[in-house]
């Protein structure tokens, strides 16, 4: 439906992380074996940019060069994942090697490589296997970055998901949107539980 929708004009974008860049991956190469298993459970990690990366367009384009560097060099993004695919695995799938673009590929515990960041070569499509999120609202485990530069990585992630939204002529009223905002549901403080998130919205 989403290709559907921008092949019709429409701009939908999507934004995947963690889970969705997997469901994502599974969806676009038509497997659900193209996964492979990481340690990389709850660390911080840097972001391997891939050799002639063209990020024009990307979320990254809003990282100012000095960013840009420090996130390939620290540990700037938390990983939290069992699965993901490497590099070799992914351009060998060609639905998936023709769909996505690697931008960016990050290192396991064990030192074994996975893409971490891929972008449709023709749709307003971006998935993450890292947190963008994480760094500036949630304190409850240290590995968490939470240093200058990792919190504007998460405030360019958030810039980006919100400009390619704009885009989109989708809209619905404002009766529906009043109905629907979180601000409906009351949040309640997890944090002390060492839950891993400060707060939760618990629905019973």
Excluded at 5 to 30: R, T, W
Excluded at 116 to 139: G, L, M
Aim: aromatic share 12%.
């Amino acid at each position: 439906k989403v290709l559907e929708k921008n092949d019709a004009g429409e701009h939908f974008p999507v934004y995947a992380m963690c889970l969705g860049f997997e469901i994502l991956s599974m969806i676009i190469s038509q497997s659900r074996d193209i996964l492979e298993r990481f340690n990389s459970v709850y660390y911080a990690s840097s972001l391997q940019f891939i050799e002639n990366a063209n990020i024009e367009g990307t979320v990254f384009q809003r990282f100012s060069p000095e960013l840009l560097k420090k996130i390939s060099t620290d540990c700037l993004v938390l990983q939290n994942h069992q699965f993901g695919i490497s590099p070799d695995n992914f351009l060998a799938n060609p639905s998936l090697s023709s769909f996505f673009d690697i931008l960016t590929t990050s290192a396991d515990k064990d030192g074994k490589t996975y893409v971490s960041t891929i972008r449709s070569k023709r749709y307003p499509v971006t998935a993450f296997q890292w947190h963008p999120e994480k760094n500036a609202f949630e304190w409850g485990s240290s590995e968490i970055p939470h240093s200058e530069d990792a919190i504007q990585v998460t405030q360019h992630a958030a810039n980006y998901l919100v400009s390619e939204a704009r885009k989109s002529l989708n809209r619905p009223s404002s009766e529906k949107v009043l109905s629907n905002l979180i601000y409906n549901y009351k949040l309640t403080y997890s944090g002390y539980k060492g839950s891993g998130n400060d707060e939760a919205y618990i629905f019973t």
